[in-house]
């Protein structure tokens, strides 16, 4: 009985997602649903004492990232960085191509450190235009955008500053760059699998006389040529995130050590605040190269910029609280969920899998699967579980590096349920439905989902790291 009120309950979430309904609203409905019908004396102290703590603190760690990640995304939009990126691109790559042309732009500025719900409004209108003139239909576009930016980019290359890729070094004392051999082969296989799979789609689509659709909604204004930035210009923000990250990453640990103690007031007796360095480093320097790569769009493009400024930023607040609080409340609901009775069950048949690795991928993604968020899941599972992973993989002589990257890259596998926020923005902003486009994100969640025990396997037969 206990382990249906869970599955009830993640059912209902999963449901009221799938409607259209915000899982702000009803993510603590379903936990303390389920709490409801396990012990009643409960809810109260459930709401407060366990979803509001985990919530809390979720933002109190990430949000600052999701924030940040946003004002520079917005920034890149409103430069007309975003359309000359879009633009080159898609000349290098030609029209003919337009799907992989999609991925390569999402990939780029998704490793460059724009949050992936901002890539969504700023690739939307490009993908449509060229989406249109190719006459490939519409409802392809949110699989192609969820590969370029939910799958490789988000979790598997190496260096990556998506907070995917980030939460595993607190667990693990690893950085945002663990495993470049293992990331960058999964992430090569996701590429090739994903875009054969989207290719194969548009040539059914094809064969049948399908194209674009008519009588779409959300739809762009075609897009117009400016004057745009060179593409090399744009470009630069992105590099420097890029290799701010990696050079914060190696400065942090050497600047302030391991533990870093400071006093709040220079009045009355008060206890010094202990900071443990290596829980906090990657978050520090991915922060850092966010404000860097902000304040070189800002040098690059000061007119454009500073124009729309004020509203742009407002924007991009709004969204980081929006998709910063989806993610926090769907780690509360999953908190809440992993301290019932029936989700015991769960971890008891996970822990029963005898490989770390594959134990570790498992759990991930399973936990994923029930928050409906990537980074939600994995922080649920490395909480309540990195100590047996990290046991279990020293006894086998696993690298923590391995830990790492098969936690992000699972953590970015069954995550992607219809309750899932990044999900949900997607098809609003392109004005489909489940119905339309989500067999399509679900296939690519399949392949992702799949490379990871790929990955698993090449480490076990090569040792590669």
């Not at 059912?11 to 409607?19: H, K």
């Not at 050079?247 to 008060?270: C, E, K, Q, R, W």
């Not at 800002?298 to 980081?320: M, N, Q, S, Y």
């Not at 391995?402 to 990044?422: E, F, K, Q, Y």
Request: proline fraction near 5%.
């Amino acid at each position: 009985m206990s382990f249906l009120i869970v599955l009830a309950a993640l059912s209902f979430l999963m449901f009221v997602a799938y409607r259209g309904y915000s899982v702000i609203i009803f993510a603590p409905v379903a936990a303390l649903g389920a709490v409801l019908l396990t012990d009643p004396s409960l809810v109260a102290p459930m709401f407060t004492g366990l979803f509001m703590d985990k919530m809390a603190g979720f933002l109190k760690l990430y949000f600052p990232v999701f924030m940040l990640g946003a004002i520079f995304g917005k920034l890149i939009e409103i430069s007309g960085f975003s359309k000359s990126i879009v633009a080159a691109t898609i000349r290098l790559f030609g029209a003919q191509r337009a799907m992989l042309s999609i991925v390569a732009v999402c990939a780029l500025l998704t490793y460059g450190g724009v949050s992936l719900f901002v890539v969504v409004f700023a690739v939307y209108p490009f993908a449509a235009e060229l989406f249109r003139q190719s006459d490939i239909p519409k409802r392809l576009i949110p699989g192609t955008i969820a590969l370029g930016a939910f799958t490789f980019t988000m979790m598997a290359l190496p260096g990556t500053p998506q907070i995917q890729n980030i939460i595993p070094t607190a667990f693990f004392g690893t950085d945002s760059w663990a495993a470049p051999v293992l990331g960058t082969v999964g992430s090569v296989l996701i590429l090739a699998l994903g875009m054969a799979y989207l290719e194969w789609r548009r040539r059914r689509a094809l064969a049948a006389g399908e194209g674009y659709g008519t009588d779409l909604r959300n739809e762009p204004e075609p897009y117009v040529g400016d004057r745009l930035a060179h593409p090399l210009v744009a470009l630069l923000p992105l590099v420097l995130v890029g290799v701010s990250n990696k050079l914060f990453t190696l400065l942090i640990p050497y600047l302030y050590g391991d533990v870093h103690s400071f006093v709040p007031a220079v009045m009355g007796d008060v206890a010094p605040v202990v900071q443990e360095v290596p829980r906090v480093a990657a978050i520090w320097a991915v922060q850092g190269a966010l404000l860097v790569g902000i304040l070189a769009v800002l040098a690059l493009a000061w007119r454009p910029v500073t124009r729309k400024f004020a509203d742009g930023t407002r924007t991009a607040i709004g969204g980081a609280l929006l998709a910063s609080m989806n993610t926090a409340s769907e780690y509360g609901f999953g908190a809440v969920i992993a301290a019932l009775p029936g989700f015991l069950l769960v971890a008891n048949s996970l822990n029963a899998i005898p490989d770390p690795l594959v134990n570790e991928a498992i759990t991930v993604t399973a936990l994923a699967g029930i928050t409906g968020s990537a980074s939600g899941g994995m922080s649920i599972a490395l909480a309540a579980m990195a100590e047996s992973f990290i046991a279990n993989a020293q006894a086998a002589g696993i690298p923590m590096d391995v830990l790492h990257r098969v936690a992000a890259m699972a953590s970015g596998g069954m995550d992607t349920l219809p309750h899932n926020g990044a999900v949900i923005t997607l098809l609003a902003v392109t004005g489909l439905t489940h119905r339309q486009s989500y067999g399509d994100i679900f296939a690519i969640t399949v392949i992702s989902t799949a490379v990871v025990f790929v990955v698993i396997g090449l480490f076990y037969l090569t040792g590669w790291v």
